[in-house]
């Protein structure tokens, strides 16, 4: 993807992502349709240079936190049959390279890290009515569950499954510069 932003327009420091006006969701097959769902709760931060080319980010998801608009299969999705966040239950991403449209980097889900790359839209820098500048970022990736652990499924009839294995991430983050 482009930048919708100049890249001359970066500042260079620590940003903080605001869990309030950021999301991280996803989408994954259910029979015929998709089911998507969310994580109420994560942090993280995004280092920038001068450039980009510069830009590192890390974050924590809590996995418990899911939201499926569902409870039951919320529970199903926090239980060993797919997060065990009894056992793990942080789902975590640190960045290792950004060229200003893919960010390469490591995603550990259940103890298993895997590298993935993500699309990344830089939004740009503003300053919001409090004195505060933010940045704000779109990304999304494919990943393939299995690679991560989670194996759980059902057979259907006709060799079908109840669970798709692709899971689509898409993340909205809007970060808070550190002042200090």
């Given at each position: 993807?482009?930048?919708?932003?100049s890249a001359t327009a970066v500042v260079a420091g620590t940003w903080t992502i605001d869990p309030i006006h950021s999301e991280v969701g996803f989408t994954v097959r259910?029979?015929?349709?998709?089911?998507?769902?969310?994580?109420?709760?994560?942090?993280?931060?995004?280092?920038?240079g001068t450039s980009l080319a510069e830009t590192k980010a890390e974050a924590t998801v809590d996995l418990n936190s899911v939201n499926t608009r569902d409870e039951q299969r919320d529970g199903h999705l926090r239980s060993a049959d797919f997060f065990d966040t009894e056992n793990s239950g942080l789902m975590t991403f640190a960045s290792s390279s950004f060229d200003g449209a893919t960010a390469k980097g490591t995603l550990?889900?259940?103890?298993?890290?895997?590298?993935?790359?993500?699309?990344?839209?830089?939004?740009?820098?503003?300053?919001?009515?409090?004195?505060?500048?933010?940045?704000?970022?779109?990304?999304?990736t494919e990943i393939n569950r299995k690679d991560f652990g989670v194996d759980f499924n059902i057979p259907l009839d006709?060799?079908?499954?109840?669970?798709?294995?692709?899971?689509?991430?898409?993340?909205?983050?809007?970060?808070?510069?550190?002042?200090?």
């Amino acid at each position: 993807m482009t930048s919708t932003a100049s890249a001359t327009a970066v500042v260079a420091g620590t940003w903080t992502i605001d869990p309030i006006h950021s999301e991280v969701g996803f989408t994954v097959r259910h029979l015929m349709t998709k089911v998507r769902g969310q994580f109420e709760k994560f942090e993280g931060k995004v280092t920038t240079g001068t450039s980009l080319a510069e830009t590192k980010a890390e974050a924590t998801v809590d996995l418990n936190s899911v939201n499926t608009r569902d409870e039951q299969r919320d529970g199903h999705l926090r239980s060993a049959d797919f997060f065990d966040t009894e056992n793990s239950g942080l789902m975590t991403f640190a960045s290792s390279s950004f060229d200003g449209a893919t960010a390469k980097g490591t995603l550990t889900i259940k103890g298993v890290s895997n590298e993935v790359e993500l699309d990344v839209e830089f939004l740009g820098i503003e300053n919001d009515p409090w004195g505060n500048s933010r940045i704000g970022f779109e990304a999304t990736t494919e990943i393939n569950r299995k690679d991560f652990g989670v194996d759980f499924n059902i057979p259907l009839d006709g060799g079908k499954l109840l669970v798709g294995d692709k899971v689509s991430i898409t993340l909205s983050i809007q970060a808070v510069f550190d002042k200090a």
